[in-house]
């Protein structure tokens, strides 16, 4: 029960900006949105999350919509490092009742190409 | 140096055998998890555990049983009653002052 739809895969140009939907239409006025990456055989890393506003740090940017039923992860000039798959997930705040159910889907597979 | 770990990166076991996996974690998190993760696949959630001496089932808890002594420590082991136990199998931890929950690099458990 992941709650979120992403694409199976997307390419992206190296040097241009990566754009990753992700739909989550049954979002609880509670829950975040979380984004993580898994590069090939390694454990998740964690990148971004945001609840309403946009947000961006050092690795991207989280544009949420309005209605919070869908968001897109930016990254801004995308390098082969950025190969990976990247998962949205929907949680609510780690001090939160419930918190601790981390699901995850199959994510978006990105392939920087050269 | 905080972080996750797990122990270890590569494990062989026969068929039939029962097999523990090990993670530790010095981040001081109530929360931990176990994932199994398959070829192509996603991560599927196995068991968690808000607190020590508490636990609770995910989506593919049978056949894989674990325990929750300490904070420190969630090891999870895969019995024989498992049909299809080899794949990467992941752990992660989270606490209540962080946003974000912490993966450990993983396990890879072929059996044979």
């Known amino acids: 029960d992941a709650k979120t739809t992403q694409p199976t895969s997307m390419d992206c140009a190296e040097g241009r900006a990566a754009n990753l939907p992700c739909n989550h239409s049954t979002i609880s006025g509670n829950e975040y949105v979380y984004w993580y990456r898994q590069i090939h055989s390694q454990g998740p890393q964690y990148i971004i999350h945001g609840l309403k506003n946009n947000e961006t740090n050092e690795m991207a940017s989280l544009i949420i919509t309005e209605d919070r039923k869908s968001s897109t992860l930016i990254l801004p000039h995308a390098t082969l490092r950025d190969t990976a798959v990247y998962y949205c997930?929907?949680?609510?705040?780690?001090?939160?009742?419930?918190?601790?159910?981390?699901?995850f889907g199959t994510g978006t597979r990105l392939t920087v190409i050269p | 140096d905080g972080g996750i770990t797990q122990s270890p990166k590569y494990l062989f076991r026969k068929e039939g055998q029962n097999v523990t996996l090990s993670c530790e974690q010095n981040?001081?998190?109530?929360?931990m998890y176990w994932y199994r993760q398959d070829p192509g696949q996603g991560l599927r959630l196995i068991y968690y555990s808000q607190i020590v001496n508490d636990f609770q089932k995910g989506d593919i808890a049978e056949g894989y049983s674990v325990s929750r002594e300490k904070k420190e420590s969630f090891p999870l082991t895969v019995t024989s009653a498992q049909k299809n136990p080899t794949a990467f199998y992941l752990c992660a931890s989270s606490g209540q002052e962080s946003t974000e929950a912490f993966f450990g690099q993983g396990t890879r458990l072929t059996v044979v």
């Open positions: 981040l001081n998190h109530d929360a």
């Open positions: 997930i929907v949680r609510v705040a780690p001090h939160q009742t419930g918190a601790n159910n981390l699901f």
